[in-house]
């Protein structure tokens, strides 16, 4: 029992985020045994299915380093492994090859940062790490240890390439759970370890975390209204919201730095909830994504249409968490985004420069957020959901089995509960910052009751989610009591379409939805348009029909990744010449890699010098020239 305590914990923080992970994964279960009928390597499936969801809950209950880094390493390797579980073209093996490569990059980060903080001593508990944290003399290098460890895993700009190539290639439910769920175990590992290891933090940290929330959630919804594959749309939500989320924790650590305790709650409460209402509206869309693939066969929305009156519990389901992504009043994601924005809006009285250019791009980067995010999920559920079949597979689909609908309406009352119960969901996040030592602001949120909710800021906002939704609910009813007293006539008639014989081409599509944004920011979407016209005997004025294709390459993955890869590639070809041909030179190419990290030991453990630096680097000189570079002829 002694060992078990060391080895696990289950303080309020812990348990917020293992009911997050229950609340996302039972839902799951029911979906995925619907979905398991139609997955061939079912023992392979369940098996890895079941590790992964255990492997998180044992990362947010680890008490030590050692356990923490293993549960992290299974919830990599099993979510790597659940991506594989239908392997049908090469682009499934390259997605899962990304995906393990920029999981692990992040792993050796957090490895660091446990091997600094324990001296070596990864059995070492949480709490006695604090006191070897605060005396190493780089703290700001164990942060960015943390964030590359954790921001990889939770898919924040620059490190979120690999989110739009794995998500659509796992199957459904586990798309559901990577985007709902283990993104968020990140978040949980930046909580536990800004607060039990490296706090206090500076200013300065807080703002490139919101800087970095502020980056992805704009980006994120760029790439996300120019897709037309419905589980790479998702993806790059999922991206948006965990920028979001940042901008939140950003805004927490900028006010505790200023001393500004009541603010600093209230923003990290605001990037909880948003934790938790990003969990239930993006399983549930990943979820309804996967339904419509299920019956249609197909990833590509162009071949969607008119979809609501053939699988009407997946449409209803989708567009309860549409309106909840799209922020619209008055559901949870509504609520969560008015508080991170009035957390923002509070900090007007701040007299700082840094702050005064970083927070008023935050407040332009989700208020451009939020209307794109609307957009895009009028063309998701616009072309998916309404109007004409585009194509056989849609006009002969049908709703899901009883376990995938199971599964969305368990969901979908996951939704409604945290706008429906915001007081209770928010009173114990509350307790967990009063677990890390911050005041109680429950009754200043609420000090009405649970009708309204009130802003902390000076000139602070007030909203009622109750009252909107009787507001929106009594309006809804007096309209349909009015139609039915007033006996208008129903007349039924083809749509107008301007002259023109209503058919599926005339429609709207998923690529001239969002082409306008396309076009207006084309130099970060670098598309490849693709136009081919089926000519009628070779006429070059006539053709049958047309289609028209634009694929767009993330601008980091052309600049940066693609730079990387071929530096990578020139460094190891050239140490391949060197280990085969040059004996001499690769012998001594390890000589001064081993003078590297003796140094570098050396600034670690004994502190910075300017003189010994300036020495050490005149030995590192001296010793490629003679041994590496050599006599030139």
């Not at 070596?120 to 460890?149: D, N, V």
């Given at each position: 029992?002694?060992?078990?305590?060391?080895?696990?914990?289950?303080?309020?923080?812990?348990?917020?985020?293992?009911?997050?992970?229950?609340?996302?994964?039972?839902p799951?279960?029911?979906?995925?045994?619907?979905?398991?009928?139609?997955?061939?390597?079912?023992?392979?499936?369940?098996?890895?299915?079941?590790?992964?969801?255990?492997?998180?809950?044992?990362?947010?209950?680890?008490?030590?380093?050692?356990?923490?880094?293993?549960?992290?390493?299974?919830?990599?390797l099993?979510?790597?492994?659940l991506?594989?579980?239908?392997?049908?073209?090469?682009?499934?093996?390259?997605?899962?090859?990304?995906?393990?490569?920029?999981?692990?990059?992040?792993?050796?980060?957090?490895?660091?940062?446990?091997?600094?903080?324990?001296?070596?001593?990864?059995?070492?508990?949480?709490?006695?790490?604090?006191?070897?944290?605060?005396?190493?003399?780089?703290?700001?290098?164990?942060?960015?240890?943390?964030?590359?460890?954790?921001?990889?895993?939770?898919?924040?700009?620059?490190?979120?390439?690999?989110?739009?190539?794995?998500?659509?290639?796992?199957?459904?439910?586990?798309?559901?759970?990577?985007?709902?769920?283990?993104?968020?175990?990140?978040?949980?590992?930046?909580?536990?370890?800004?607060?039990?290891?490296?706090?206090?933090?500076?200013?300065?940290?807080?703002?490139?975390?919101?800087?970095?929330?502020?980056?992805?959630?704009?980006?994120?919804?760029?790439?996300?209204?120019?897709?037309?594959?419905?589980?790479?749309?998702?993806?790059?939500?999922?991206?948006e919201?965990?920028?979001?989320?940042?901008?939140?924790?950003?805004?927490?650590?900028?006010?505790?730095?200023?001393?500004?305790?009541?603010?600093?709650?209230?923003?990290?409460?605001?990037?909880?909830?948003?934790?938790?209402?990003?969990?239930?509206?993006?399983?549930l869309?990943?979820?309804?994504?996967?339904?419509?693939?299920?019956?249609?066969?197909?990833?590509?929305?162009?071949?969607?249409?008119?979809?609501?009156?053939?699988?009407?519990?997946?449409a209803l389901?989708?567009?309860?968490?549409?309106?909840?992504?799209s922020?619209?009043p008055?559901?949870?994601?509504?609520?969560?985004?008015?508080?991170?924005?009035?957390?923002?809006?509070?900090?007007?009285?701040?007299?700082?420069?840094?702050?005064?250019?970083?927070?008023?791009?935050?407040?332009?980067?989700?208020?451009?957020?939020?209307?794109?995010?609307?957009?895009?999920?009028v063309?998701?559920?616009?072309?998916?959901?309404?109007?004409?079949?585009?194509?056989?597979?849609?006009?002969?689909?049908?709703?899901?089995?009883?376990?995938?609908?199971?599964?969305?309406?368990?969901?979908?009352?996951?939704?409604?509960?945290?706008?429906?119960?915001?007081?209770?969901?928010?009173?114990?996040?509350?307790?967990?910052?009063?677990?890390?030592?911050?005041?109680?602001?429950?009754?200043?949120?609420?000090?009405?009751?649970v009708?309204?909710?009130?802003?902390?800021?000076i000139?602070?906002?007030?909203?009622?989610p109750?009252?909107?939704?009787?507001?929106?609910?009594?309006?809804?009813?007096?309209?349909?009591?009015?139609?039915?007293?007033?006996?208008?006539?129903?007349?039924?008639?083809?749509?107008?379409?301007?002259?023109?014989?209503?058919?599926?081409?005339?429609?709207?599509?998923?690529?001239?939805?969002?082409?306008?944004?396309?076009?207006?920011?084309?130099?970060?979407?670098?598309?490849?348009e693709?136009?081919?016209?089926?000519?009628?005997?070779?006429?070059?004025?006539?053709?049958?029909?047309?289609?028209?294709?634009?694929?767009?390459?993330?601008?980091?993955?052309?600049?940066?990744y693609?730079?990387?890869?071929?530096?990578?590639?020139?460094?190891?070809?050239?140490?391949?010449?060197?280990?085969?041909?040059?004996?001499?030179?690769?012998?001594?190419?390890?000589?001064?890699?081993?003078?590297t990290?003796?140094?570098?030991?050396?600034?670690?453990?004994?502190?910075?010098?300017?003189?010994?630096?300036?020495?050490?680097?005149f030995?590192?000189?001296?010793s490629?020239?003679?041994?590496?570079?050599?006599?030139?002829?």
């Amino acid at each position: 029992m002694e060992i078990l305590i060391k080895m696990f914990q289950f303080d309020t923080l812990t348990l917020i985020f293992i009911a997050l992970i229950i609340l996302g994964a039972i839902p799951n279960i029911f979906y995925s045994f619907g979905y398991l009928s139609h997955i061939k390597r079912k023992i392979h499936y369940q098996l890895h299915y079941f590790s992964f969801i255990i492997s998180m809950i044992g990362v947010v209950s680890s008490a030590n380093g050692l356990v923490f880094l293993f549960f992290w390493e299974l919830m990599s390797l099993t979510s790597w492994q659940l991506i594989l579980t239908e392997v049908k073209d090469k682009s499934t093996i390259k997605a899962a090859k990304f995906y393990f490569i920029m999981t692990h990059f992040g792993f050796v980060f957090l490895l660091l940062f446990f091997l600094i903080i324990t001296n070596g001593s990864l059995e070492m508990e949480f709490s006695s790490m604090k006191i070897i944290a605060s005396h190493f003399e780089y703290p700001t290098l164990l942060f960015f240890f943390l964030i590359l460890g954790f921001l990889s895993k939770a898919g924040a700009v620059p490190l979120h390439v690999w989110l739009p190539y794995a998500h659509p290639q796992a199957p459904s439910p586990v798309s559901a759970l990577m985007s709902g769920v283990m993104l968020k175990i990140a978040i949980y590992g930046m909580f536990r370890f800004l607060f039990d290891v490296l706090y206090p933090w500076p200013l300065e940290w807080g703002i490139l975390i919101l800087t970095i929330g502020a980056l992805s959630s704009l980006i994120g919804v760029l790439y996300a209204l120019s897709e037309h594959d419905i589980k790479a749309l998702l993806a790059n939500h999922s991206i948006e919201n965990i920028g979001i989320i940042l901008i939140g924790f950003g805004m927490g650590m900028i006010f505790d730095s200023l001393h500004l305790q009541t603010l600093s709650t209230f923003a990290f409460i605001a990037a909880l909830f948003h934790t938790f209402n990003h969990m239930s509206f993006k399983s549930l869309l990943f979820m309804g994504a996967g339904s419509v693939l299920h019956q249609t066969h197909t990833k590509n929305m162009e071949k969607y249409g008119g979809l609501i009156k053939a699988m009407p519990i997946t449409a209803l389901t989708f567009l309860l968490a549409s309106i909840s992504i799209s922020a619209l009043p008055p559901s949870n994601g509504f609520l969560s985004e008015w508080m991170i924005f009035q957390s923002m809006l509070s900090s007007s009285h701040i007299d700082n420069i840094s702050l005064k250019l970083a927070i008023p791009f935050a407040i332009f980067a989700l208020a451009m957020t939020g209307g794109l995010a609307i957009a895009c999920f009028v063309k998701a559920y616009g072309i998916t959901f309404l109007g004409l079949h585009r194509s056989k597979n849609s006009q002969y689909a049908h709703d899901v089995n009883f376990m995938m609908k199971s599964g969305m309406i368990l969901m979908s009352l996951v939704v409604i509960s945290l706008m429906l119960f915001t007081p209770f969901y928010i009173k114990w996040f509350d307790k967990v910052f009063i677990g890390f030592g911050h005041i109680s602001i429950y009754n200043k949120i609420f000090p009405d009751g649970v009708l309204s909710m009130h802003s902390l800021g000076i000139n602070g906002g007030i909203v009622s989610p109750v009252i909107l939704l009787v507001a929106l609910i009594g309006v809804t009813l007096l309209l349909i009591f009015a139609y039915k007293i007033s006996n208008v006539k129903t007349r039924i008639h083809k749509s107008w379409a301007c002259g023109y014989e209503t058919s599926p081409k005339t429609q709207y599509t998923a690529t001239g939805f969002a082409g306008p944004i396309r076009r207006f920011f084309s130099w970060l979407y670098k598309p490849n348009e693709h136009f081919h016209k089926e000519l009628i005997y070779g006429h070059k004025t006539k053709f049958s029909s047309s289609t028209y294709e634009v694929h767009s390459k993330p601008l980091f993955e052309t600049t940066l990744y693609d730079s990387v890869a071929k530096t990578t590639n020139y460094i190891s070809y050239w140490v391949y010449r060197l280990g085969h041909f040059e004996q001499t030179r690769y012998a001594a190419m390890i000589f001064n890699i081993m003078l590297t990290v003796l140094f570098s030991y050396r600034a670690f453990a004994y502190g910075f010098s300017w003189a010994t630096l300036v020495l050490e680097f005149f030995v590192m000189i001296i010793s490629i020239k003679v041994l590496i570079i050599g006599d030139k002829k």
